[in-house]
């Protein structure tokens, strides 16, 4: 199986993975913290930003 196809699999998500998936609950803060390929920082958004930009599947994660 090719790496997309797992990725697809294991997730869900699509396969251009620019499908994120994110937790209604968490759209309800005023802003989102997100790792940007750095460890040490997360730049906060504000979440109707964050939303725009990223377009997110908007499902229930956290039980």
């Known amino acids: 199986m090719r790496e997309h196809e797992t990725y697809s699999k294991l997730t869900g ?3 251009d ?3 994120l998936p994110v937790d209604p609950a968490l759209l309800e803060q005023p ?3 997100f790792n940007a390929a750095r460890l040490d920082r997360s ?3 504000v979440t ?7 377009e997110p599947r908007v499902e229930p ?3």
């Open 13 to 15: 998500l699509l396969e």
């Open 31 to 33: 802003e989102i913290c």
């Open 17 to 19: 993975r620019g499908t």
């Open 48 to 54: 109707e930003d964050r939303v725009a930009i990223a």
């Open 61 to 63: 994660i956290a039980g």
């Open 43 to 45: 730049p906060a958004l």
